[in-house]
T-cell receptor, first 114, second 114 residues
């Protein structure tokens, strides 16, 4: 079945450390790829997206993601996390030639250690 | 520019009742999508409205219905509530139905069915 997988339910990192959140998808053709962040009591916010072209995508808040076709992955990275980055992160895809609906992963909760 | 707003913030209903949730889209946006997010899961696409017409639907039964009004605000109606309908309901607006148009999310309505 077509799906989006975020293998890590939680990740704990120290403030100032680097971060990588994993996302894998299983679709025949490369879908459109997105990362969103959800902070408590706030709506989902788009961090970045990949449609085509350069496989390293820069987003807001210092985040970047790299698309790797061979691994069907779109991992999110940040070189140095801040306490304000504590939130839940969702990877989502839109299948090409679909009705544009977003299909979401289950999310990864990021916990920051002081 | 006013963001996406949703009302009410929280709601408690009894099994078998009906509920209406409301969403005001961001200024200039003519497309609204609704999502259901159960606890600990990613959002699930319910349906999308574009210029007052349903433009796509996820895997939800017909007791989930919606409306979009001429001012592009929207309602989600759920009949014959079940315990599993307890979730956070998210509304997102965007400018047009194109994939490249970012969806802006509201803070959600937390529905509890007892």
């Amino acid at each position: 079945a077509q799906s989006v997988t975020q293998p890590d339910i939680h990740i704990t990192v120290s403030e100032g450390a680097s971060l990588e959140l994993r996302c894998n998808y299983s679709y025949g053709a490369t879908p459109y790829l997105f990362w969103y962040v959800q902070s408590p009591g706030q709506g989902l916010q788009l961090l970045l997206k990949y449609f085509s072209g350069d496989t390293l995508v820069q987003g807001i808040k210092g985040f970047e993601a790299e698309f790797k076709r061979s691994q069907s992955s779109f991992n999110l990275r940040k070189p140095s996390v801040h306490w304000s980055d504590a939130a839940e992160y969702f990877c989502a895809v839109i299948e090409r030639d679909s009705n544009y609906q977003l299909i979401w992963g289950a999310g990864t909760k990021l916990i920051i250690k002081p | 520019e006013t963001g996406v707003t949703q009302s009410p913030t929280h709601l408690i209903k009894t099994r078998g009742q009906q509920v209406t949730l409301r969403c005001s889209s961001q200024s200039g946006h003519n497309t609204v999508s609704w999502y259901q997010q159960a606890l600990g899961q990613g959002p699930q696409f319910i349906f999308q409205y574009y210029r007052e017409e349903e433009n796509g639907r996820g895997n939800f039964p017909p007791r989930f219905s919606g409306l979009q009004f001429p001012n592009y605000s929207s309602e989600l109606n759920v009949n014959a509530l079940e315990l599993d309908d307890s979730a956070l309901y998210l509304c997102a607006s965007s400018r047009g139905g194109a994939i490249g148009n970012e969806q802006y999310f509201g803070p959600g309505t937390r529905l509890t069915v007892t």
